[in-house]
T-cell receptor
Framework: EAEVAQSPRYKITEKSQAVAFWCDPI?????LYWYRQILGQGPELLVQ????????DSQLPKDRFSAERLKGVDSTLKIQPAELGDSAMYLC????????????FGPGTRLTVL | SQKIEQNSEALNIQEGKTATLTCNYT??????LQWYRQDPGRGPVFLLL?????KEKRKERLKVTFDTTLKQSLFHITASQPADSATYLC???????????????FGTGTRLKVLA
């Protein structure tokens, strides 16, 4: 069964450093999502792509976060500089992009900022 | 804005019993609602979707109800097993973006522990 791939699985960094996360969605999935999940809370949408275009980044802290999906396939989420409050699980999900859709999540990247 | 409320306290039940989890929302009624399962350190996994015109949906030991009058969905696991222990998240269709695309709002999840 096809899966969403993410790397790295774990990342420890010091504040003010730059970090990057990679996501490879399920083949053929037009929509890609990046979520942040703080322990004990539900996933919060950071950015949503339809093919290579950003369709929602209203919750993305744009002063330090950036995301791209250049060829409409895999995607990178970057944080620069990282802050202590960025420690969380970063989840990538993909879907076909239908009106009623199911999201398939990757295993996530656990970020710890020291 | 839409708010979703799930029991923040963990639910402990005995093996073999039926677990019932609640998802309440406060604003507009979504066209559909989804339930996901999340194990520690893993991404959520889709379980069931129910549309606004459906009162009930079943899948094996799982059952979901959707009451748009009460603005509530109930998620039931019958004959629960220790392997059902996980966090269960409900997700609602959120407001459409400016490009007309759909996004989802997740609840905080309820942690279920099934005791052997």
């Amino acid at each position: 069964e096809a899966e969403v791939a993410q790397s790295p699985r774990y990342k420890i960094t010091e504040k003010s450093q730059a970090v990057a996360f990679w996501c490879d969605p399920i083949s053929g999935h037009a929509t890609l999502y990046w979520y942040r999940q703080i322990l004990g809370q539900g996933p919060e949408l950071l950015v949503q792509f339809q093919d290579e275009s950003v369709v929602d980044d209203s919750q993305l802290p744009k002063d330090r976060f950036s995301a791209e999906r250049l060829k409409g396939v895999d995607s990178t989420l970057k944080i620069q500089p990282a802050e202590l409050g960025d420690s969380a699980m970063y989840l990538c999900a993909s879907s076909l992009g239908l009106e009623i859709d199911t999201q398939y999540f990757g295993p996530g990247t656990r970020l710890t900022v020291l | 804005s839409q708010k979703i409320e799930q029991n923040s306290e963990a639910l402990n039940i005995q093996e073999g019993k039926t677990a019932t989890l609640t998802c309440n929302y406060t604003n507009y009624s979504p066209a559909y609602l989804q339930w996901y399962r999340q194990d520690p350190g893993r991404g959520p996994v889709f379980l069931l979707l129910i549309r606004e015109n459906e009162k009930e949906k079943r899948k094996e030991r799982l059952k979901v109800t959707f009451d748009t009058t009460l603005k509530q969905s109930l998620f039931h696991i019958t004959a629960s097993q220790p392997a059902d222990s996980a966090t269960y998240l409900c997700a609602l269709e959120g407001p459409r973006g400016t490009s007309g695309t759909y996004k989802y709002i997740f609840g905080t999840g309820t942690r279920l522990k099934v005791l052997a």
